[in-house]
């Protein structure tokens, strides 16, 4: 199946600094791009939509500024946290899909806002 | 906006007892897919269903989508330790497009 590759797998910041997240497909060009957010034992909620060339759609109540969203490549989306606090405290994952119908899954992302 | 219900919310099992999660949509799905995300892994995808009342097998697994195509279930016969982890069921919206609506998901822990 595709590949999709996140990086950092885990990272731990001061509250106030900015953290940005990679999510690339390594052997299939994907135009959009998926950010979810999962807490501890619960399910992924979908933040927003990365477009490749164009602004990324973001869920109701995800704020834009505090979560910016890049997809310059066909094979590139970042995720920057801006002035990050403790409660963005979280478990952060992008998919992307080929052109099937299932969804790959980057390996995670565990933020600690300190 | 949609919503997907699973339950169990949580299940223990032992190791060689069966294992069922059920995933109910107040709205017509156009599909459904189920993924598996072990404990500090991310989801992996399982399958997909499209037909009403379309059932599909994998070893052990049987997935089925009801006939109304607002439910869904995923049975499990005699579990073993390898199929620990969170079972999610996952669709698109009805209007169409490419996002995906995550259930509550399950949590399946085997016990030996």
């Known amino acids: 199946g595709a590949v999709v590759s996140q990086h950092p797998s885990w990272v731990i910041c001061k509250s106030g600094t900015s953290v940005k997240i990679e999510c690339r497909s390594l052997?299939?060009?994907?135009?959009?791009m998926f950010w979810y957010r999962q807490f501890p034992k619960q399910s992924l909620m979908l933040m927003a939509t990365?477009?490749?060339?164009?602004?990324?759609?973001?869920e109701q109540g995800v704020e834009k500024d505090k979560f910016l969203i890049n997809h310059a490549s066909l094979t590139l989306s970042t995720l920057t946290v801006t002035s990050a606090h403790p409660e963005d405290s979280s478990f952060y994952i992008c998919?992307?899909?080929?052109?099937?119908?299932?969804?790959?899954f980057g390996q995670g992302t565990r933020l600690t806002v300190v | 906006g949609q919503q997907v219900m699973q339950i169990p919310q949580y299940q223990h099992v032992q190791e060689g007892e069966d294992f069922t999660t059920y995933c109910n949509s107040s709205?017509?799905?156009?599909?459904i897919q189920w993924y598996k995300q072990r404990p500090g892994g991310h989801p992996v995808f399982l399958i997909q269903?499209?037909?009403?009342?379309e059932v599909k097998k994998q070893k052990r697994l049987t997935f089925q989508f009801g006939e109304a195509k607002k439910n869904s279930s995923l049975h499990i016969t005699a579990t073993q330790t390898t199929d620990v982890g969170t079972y999610f069921c996952?669709?698109?919206?009805?209007?169409?497009?490419?996002?995906?609506?995550f259930g509550t998901g399950t949590q399946l822990k085997v016990e030996l």
């Open positions: 269903l499209v037909k009403s009342g």
């Open positions: 998919s992307a899909r080929d052109s099937g119908a299932e969804a790959f």
């Open positions: 052997d299939f060009q994907a135009t959009t």
């Open positions: 990365s477009n490749e060339g164009s602004k990324a759609t973001y």
């Open positions: 996952a669709s698109p919206p009805t209007g169409g497009g490419n996002k995906l609506t």
């Open positions: 709205t017509t799905l156009s599909n």
